[in-house]
């Protein structure tokens, strides 16, 4: 199993972190997860009102780890002005001048997709954004945003126990396109995960992030915390792989 992925032309390891919670508090937790080995921090516009991103600029760490963000999330955001000046407005936060990996949050039904990623494409462009990816979305919309500009990634809600978009995991797998699973260890349990948890000596998390590795050799999860201890602990998921009959008792 490989341990590291390539996003765009960024080589990280196939564990990211999510920041949804992030607050000025936290700063030096990021730094710290940094320097335990994350490299693919994910965060939003709105995460936090705007404190997730900026707790990450304040770290310094966006030249040392691949930092995606994401915008248009609410009603209205997907317009291409909207979009353009959350872009700016990440760029001041992150302390920045190109974000690594720029998504749209949402396709919004008010705002073709098209011009949506057309702000986006504008800020590849113009050198805001170095990677354009997309959230929440299916594969005929992603189909229509590579119209538009290349798709390095795809963001959407997969787990262990979610498996509602199984066709866009294998669409980013056959397209060679990375695909970021969000809330990967909401609902882990059961008596399988329980079996292979005691027979490997490991944890329910480091279960359930094995089997997505194992799942598509393209998959990059961002599982979040506010814990070193846990950070840690989900790297440490990049050691274990899961047999054949292992991932298909999870099945």
Known sequence: ????????????????????????????????????????????????????????GAAGV????????????????????????????????????TIGLYYLHKVHPDTPIEGSMRALADGRDEGKIRHVGVSNVSVEQ????????????????????????????????????????YFPLRGVGGSGVAEIVRRRGATHSQIALAWLLKRSPLMLPIPGTLSLTHAKENLAALEIELNDEEFEALG
């Open 1 to 56: 199993m490989e341990r590291a992925i390539v996003v765009g032309d960024v080589e990280v390891p196939r564990i990211g972190l999510g920041t949804n919670r992030l607050r000025p508090s936290h700063t030096e937790f990021v730094r710290e997860a940094v320097s335990a080995g994350i490299r693919f921090i994910d965060t939003a516009h709105l995460y936090s009102g705007g404190e997730s991103e900026a707790t990450i």
């Open 62 to 97: 966006v030249r040392d780890c691949l930092v995606a963000t994401k915008g248009g999330y609410q009603p209205g955001e997907g317009r291409p002005d909207v979009l353009r000046e959350q872009i700016d407005e990440s760029l001041r936060r992150l302390r920045t001048d």
């Open 142 to 181: 992603i189909e229509r945003a590579r119209e538009v500009v290349p798709v390095a990634a795809v963001q959407n809600h997969y787990s262990l126990t979610e498996r509602q978009h199984e066709d866009v995991v294998d669409y980013c797998a056959d397209n060679g396109i990375v695909f970021v699973p």
